[in-house]
């Protein structure tokens, strides 16, 4: 991961007193959104003194900063007589699809059962990449007609999964249909269907959001937590654009906690969030 916005901040003020409005610009620059932004300028100011040093500044704002990430995440525990199941939204592009599949082997490589199922069915590409990924990571996927009824696939792979006795089910989804209404409208039905049996299901909606987008990742998540609610998010596309600040945003901002981290395309390329971990190299 590149990262380390607070390095460069301390680099350029290193040698003169640090200058606040300009500090302000580049945290705004470095993603965290107006409120973090705000918070972290005026604790600082109040912290450092108004003579503050380029180090003193970047060591205080590390601290402030790990302490605003949400708390790592414990364990997704299968559950005891049935499937957890875990919905993925987002807009397209972000890596629902990939995440999905990083996620299903993650998992398995805990010795987890896992099922998918392929609930994008707006895009012919989407349900073939979900095939793909199944072969790759051996994880059976349960996959509808193109432009079929995403909620028949999530009735269906409900009942392949419950066969199966299933540990997990991880759904796909669209991200984009001919509206936003559409797509919303969709959500609610496939979370209806998902429900049906087990009224706690689905027991996770994460959002998966494009790092590199910064505030626009903000804002798809505030609208997808209106519309279907939120459990977490996933992060990804963190590899090459060092741009972590969404993941403090997200937390302050909307109460939405990342919970899992893409770095890659490759399957290996995903971890489960570690605040510290995220705040060294990221901050
Ligand atoms: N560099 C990088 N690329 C990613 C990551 N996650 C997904 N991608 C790529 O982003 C593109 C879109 O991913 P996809 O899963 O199809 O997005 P979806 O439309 O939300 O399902 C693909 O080319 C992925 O390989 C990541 O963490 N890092
Ligand atoms: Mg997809």
């Not at 996927?141 to 997990?168: M, N, S």
């Not at 969709?186 to 009224?199: M, N």
């Not at 519309?227 to 998010?233: F, R």
Request: aromatic share 4%; glycine share 10%; hydrophobic share 45%.
């Amino acid at each position: 991961m590149a990262g380390g916005f607070l390095r460069a901040i301390a680099e350029r003020f290193r040698g003169r007193p640090v200058d606040w409005d300009e500090l302000e610009a580049m945290l705004l620059q470095a993603d965290l959104g107006v409120k973090v932004t705000t918070e972290l300028v005026e604790g600082l100011r109040a912290e450092t003194g108004f003579s503050a040093t380029a180090g003193e500044v970047e060591r205080e704002a590390r601290k402030r900063l790990l302490a605003m990430l949400p708390p790592p995440l414990p364990p997704l525990l299968p559950m005891p007589g049935t499937m957890r199941v875990i919905l993925v939204v987002g807009v397209n592009g972000t890596g629902k699809t990939t995440s999905i599949a990083k996620l299903a082997a993650l998992l398995k490589r805990e010795g987890r059962s896992v099922m998918m199922a392929a609930g994008d069915t707006f895009r012919a590409a989407a349900i073939e990449q979900l095939v793909a990924w199944g072969g790759r990571t051996g994880t059976t996927v349960i996959r509808g007609a193109y432009q079929g009824d995403p909620a028949a696939v999530c009735h269906d792979a409900l009942e392949a999964a419950a066969r199966e006795k299933t540990e997990f089910l991880l759904v796909d989804t669209a991200g984009r249909l001919h509206t936003k209404h559409n797509l919303m409208q969709e959500l609610a039905k496939i979370k209806r269907v998902l429900g049906k049996k087990d009224p706690s299901s689905p027991h996770e909606i994460l959002i998966v959001l494009d790092a590199t987008t910064g505030s626009n990742a903000l804002e798809q998540a505030r609208q997808f937590k209106e519309a279907c609610g939120l459990t977490g998010a996933i992060l990804t596309k963190l590899d090459g654009s060092g741009r972590g600040g969404t993941a403090v945003a997200l937390q302050q901002e909307l109460g939405v906690a990342v919970r899992f981290v893409g770095t890659g395309e490759k399957e290996t390329d995903f971890a489960r969030f570690d605040p510290k971990k995220f705040a060294d190299e990221m901050f």
